[in-house]
């Protein structure tokens, strides 16, 4: 039989490669709230774990795989052609030119250590959740979304903080990660009931609530969807 289209789920992925695209960009502010000193990307990036989360919770596993590695390669490409763009000479009028260049120019190390941390994080992210439904019969949603999340976030933080600032005394480095994450995680925590509350409509506009029995977790499965 073939599958129902969903504008929804297209929708969320849509977004969910908006806000990785954007993070990195936004990562090239650092921004001081009480006096903590954070990537601007914080205020985007946990939306990407929370539409991760409703993704995984509505359409299962398998789907959530397809939209990580989606997102993935549209952030290459758009890392890409920034770096193309950086390279090729700026016309003599516009004076753009430096700020243009700060904005898209990543070090390669940085880049890399971002996508590759996304993808851990992303992926570890979506497969707790699935399992814990699994086990759980579908309950503790808010729970299960904030553990998922932990162990995601964690494990992005611990990837890209050590690659992207080699270097920095272990010291500083651990409280980096430590404020990034708890930030994170308390982000997701102040907004839960609004994403209870999305994928509760979600699920009964789209009669879909997928339980993953039975399927393959490799992260490499990409067409396997």
Known sequence: MKEKFSATFLLMAVLFTVCLITSNLFATKVISLWGINLPGAVIIFPLSYILNDCISEVWGYKKARFVIW??????FL???LGQLLVWLPAASFWNGAEHFDFMFNMAPRVAAASLLAFLAGSHLN???LSKMKVADKGRRFGVRAILSSLAGELLDSLIFMPIAFWGTPLKTLASMMLAQVTFKVCYEIIILPVTSLVVRKVKAAEQVDTYDTNI???????GDI
Do not use: G, R
Not at 70 to 75: K, L, P, Q
Not at 216 to 222: A, C, E, R
């Open 126 to 128: 979506s497969l707790v």
């Open 70 to 75: 989606t997102a993935f390669f549209m952030n």
């Open 216 to 222: 393959s977790y490799n992260p490499f499965k990409i």
């Open 78 to 80: 758009v890392v890409i």
